[in-house]
């Protein structure tokens, strides 16, 4: 069964310095994962999607992750965090039940501080 | 852009009430799901709906839900008799594709408080 673990519960960077957030997975296939960003009272808002093409994936908003299958990995990262960038971030994976299914991680929140 | 829209935003019910949750998905999508967020707690898929039936459901999804799409625009998740334990937020998501690579977009959640 695919499961995803994401590695801090919570983050705290400095305004202007590098985000990284960690995801590993776990698939007995080539997984499709994604980075799911929540602003509070928001919705989930996609940030980027790995399916199986480039393995350094580039997202919204200076977002980008690298699917490293020898590290079972998907981090997240950005160079330079923003105030912006607050919120609760979830590594996904979509389920081998073809429906469409996604199975979250439990989320890490990024907290920026100025 | 289009977006998936979920009504009410926030609800208030006692114990045992019935509540109906409301999305209006993308509407070329086919796919159509429930999640479900406890305060604190991880996003939980609860169902799966296409082609006018439940294409996969969880364990959560028992006898005291379900869900339909009466005028082919709404998409609705039921639930008959709260309890407290069902307090959560409530997202409703649609896709294009389905599948192993299909995005799924989510509405910004519907929250409900059982009293």
């Known amino acids: 069964a695919q499961s995803v673990t994401q590695l801090d519960s919570h983050v705290s960077v400095s305004e202007g310095t590098p985000v990284l957030l960690r995801c590993n997975y776990s698939s007995s296939y080539s997984p499709s994962l994604f980075w799911y960003v929540q602003h509070p009272n928001k919705g989930l808002q996609l940030l980027l999607k790995y399916t199986s093409a480039a393995t350094l994936v580039k997202g919204i908003n200076g977002f980008e992750a690298e699917f490293k299958k020898s590290e079972t990995s998907f981090h997240l990262t950005k160079p330079s965090a923003h105030m912006s960038d607050a919120a609760e971030y979830f590594c996904?994976?979509?389920?081998?039940?073809?429906?469409?299914?996604?199975?979250f991680g439990q989320g890490t929140t990024l907290q920026v501080k100025p | 852009e289009p977006e998936v829209t979920q009504t009410p935003s926030h609800q208030v019910t006692q114990m045992g009430q019935e509540v109906i949750l409301r999305c209006v998905p993308i509407?070329?999508?086919?796919?159509f799901y429930w999640y479900r967020q406890i305060l604190g707690q991880k996003v939980e898929f609860l169902v799966s709906?296409?082609?006018?039936?439940?294409?996969?459901k969880s364990e959560i999804f028992d006898d005291q839900f379900s869900v339909e799409r009466p005028d082919g625009s709404n998409f609705t998740l039921k639930i008959r008799s709260t309890k407290l334990e069902d307090s959560a937020m409530y997202f409703c998501?649609?896709?294009?594709?389905?599948?192993?690579?299909?995005?799924?977009?989510f509405g910004e959640g519907s929250r409900l408080t059982v009293l």
């Open positions: 998501a649609s896709n294009a594709q389905g599948g192993l690579i299909g995005e799924l977009f």
């Open positions: 996904v994976v979509i389920s081998s039940s073809n429906t469409g299914k996604l199975i």
């Open positions: 709906f296409y082609n006018n039936e439940i294409s996969e």
């Open positions: 509407s070329n999508h086919l796919y």
